[in-house]
């Protein structure tokens, strides 16, 4: 089904508010996911503590050595790149609080040397040694910086005690690049694999947490499916929690990967919303075809994946990324990964 004229002026309207929507979260309550409920702990952060991020990424490398701001393009790089990024922790002061409604919390601070080609999953693996890892996904129209400080702000907000890292791809960072984000998400799976597998194989690793969100929920689950077939149980073994946020996902293209990747399928924690405003923009442009991530919980439930369904919990226009701005659905991934980390 094709959009008409009149669905295509309403798409660019919504893309044009796209761009300088906020979320207002105003909730209360728990999300449900079938298990527990409760919020987040208050316990501080191993990044709170050690303000450093791994990155992983496919983009090209600013150039100086190390890289000056803003670090990595949009452009493809060749091949896998790898860096720490030194993260500028948010005041906890009350005046830092109030600060931060109007400037911003996590940012980024300096960004170490770039080691490039076929050691650059080695040197990742070696930076996370003997701790469990969370790699941060980005999904459409983000910059290196804003996928860094999510990639922060989530680790932070879920109170996570291992190693937090972000895989970042080459997205173009604009409203009207959706075609040229999605092919370099796919166009990054071999280098997302490569990384999984590096560090899956390493000796005395953690466990490999994953959360991913909007278009990178389809390179996430691309790599995965990928990873089982050509590094077999042991590597998907040390997977622990998969959260897809928000996946945007054509609902049979995602039924047909869950389905490939059979009993690693309940690893997998789908946070839903049916009144997700940017997931119903890319439905209407992909000709229709509702996405995973604001399917019935119904439907994703029966392909034996775990759902928290946060449709009541929205509080702004596009109810997109909940599992940044709500302390409830935030609370799902630290459940998730809690369960990941026991082997659940």
């Not at 050690?50 to 150039?63: D, G």
């Not at 690049?177 to 092919?183: I, L, S, V």
């Not at 050509?230 to 073994?237: L, N, Y």
């Not at 919980?297 to 990324?321: I, K, M, P, Q, T």
Request: glycine share 12%; charged share 20%.
């Amino acid at each position: 089904m094709q959009p008409s004229d009149a669905t295509r002026r309403s798409l660019l309207r919504l893309l044009g508010l796209a761009g300088a929507a906020t979320l207002s979260p105003a909730l209360s309550g728990c999300v449900m996911d079938g298990l527990a409920t409760g919020t987040v702990g208050e316990t501080q952060s191993a990044l709170d503590v050690s303000p450093v991020l791994l990155v992983a990424t496919t983009r090209r490398p600013a150039t100086g050595s190390p890289p000056k701001s803003p670090y990595f393009g949009s452009e493809r790089g060749r091949g896998l790149s790898f860096a720490e990024a030194r993260m500028a922790a948010p005041d906890r002061s009350l005046i830092g609080k109030v600060s931060a409604v109007v400037g911003g919390d996590w940012g980024i601070r300096s960004v170490g040397e770039v080691t490039s080609g076929p050691g650059a999953a080695a040197a990742f693996a070696q930076s996370a040694f003997g701790r469990d890892v969370l790699i941060y996904v980005h999904g459409y129209r983000e910059s290196f910086e804003s996928a860094a400080i999510s990639a922060a702000r989530l680790s932070d907000g879920i109170r996570f005690n291992g190693a937090s890292a972000l895989f970042t791809w080459p997205s173009a960072a604009a409203t009207f690049d959706y075609g040229y984000d999605r092919e370099s998400a796919l166009w990054s799976r071999d280098a997302f694999e490569d990384l999984l597998k590096t560090l899956a194989m390493t000796p005395s690793g953690g466990r490999i947490h994953i959360v991913a969100h909007s278009m990178g929920t389809l390179l996430t689950l691309e790599t995965l499916r990928m990873l089982r077939v050509e590094a077999g149980e042991a590597a998907v073994a040390r997977i622990g929690a998969v959260v897809l946020a928000a996946p945007d996902i054509d609902i049979d293209l995602f039924a047909n990967g869950v389905e490939r990747l059979g009993p690693d399928a309940k690893r997998i924690t789908v946070i839903s919303a049916t009144n997700d405003r940017a997931l119903e923009l890319s439905g209407a442009i992909a000709g229709g075809v509702v996405r995973a991530g604001a399917a019935d919980r119904e439907r994703l439930e029966a392909l034996g994946v775990r759902v928290a369904d946060a449709s009541d919990y929205g509080g702004g226009l596009f109810n997109h990324d909940l599992f940044l701005s709500n302390r409830e659905v935030q609370a799902v991934v630290k459940r998730a990964i809690a369960r990941g980390s026991s082997g659940a």
